[in-house]
């Protein structure tokens, strides 16, 4: 599976955006899929996964209730969408696939992408 991210950029603290995975290689409509962020100087920590079965969500504290993961597994895509964006929520974005997990801890992930970058400024 190749992880395509896109969608990063710079943004005043309040807006929003959308990142986009795009998978190419393999369908992913059958793996759970994560994003994950690592901000300079610390390490990668998890974001957001969607289930394969049901689209289950599941959000780290730090963006519960600002951001929102969806699939559309007929573009075989993957997607962040963050609102009221935080200086504290700069990192580059990864987006990755777990082919063997329903509900994949952060070390259970086999694929991942090059990440995006997003800043936010205060």
């Known amino acids: 599976v190749q992880l395509q991210a896109s969608g990063g950029g710079l943004v005043q603290a309040g807006g929003s955006l959308r990142l986009s995975c795009a998978a190419s290689?393999?369908?992913?409509?059958?793996?759970?899929m994560g994003w994950f962020r690592q901000a300079p100087g610390k390490e990668r920590e998890f974001v957001a996964r969607?289930?394969?079965?049901?689209?289950?969500?599941f959000y780290a504290d730090s963006v519960k209730g600002r951001s929102t993961i969806s699939r559309d597994n007929a573009k075989n895509t993957v997607y962040l969408q963050m609102n009221s964006l935080k200086p504290e929520d700069t990192a580059v974005y990864y987006c990755?696939?777990?082919?063997?997990?329903?509900?994949?801890?952060?070390?259970?992930?086999?694929?991942w992408g090059q990440g995006t970058l997003v800043t936010v400024s205060s």
């Open positions: 290689g393999r369908t992913i409509s059958n793996y759970a």
């Open positions: 969607v289930s394969s079965i049901g689209g289950r969500t």
């Open positions: 990755a696939c777990a082919v063997y997990s329903y509900y994949p801890n952060s070390n259970e992930y086999d694929y």
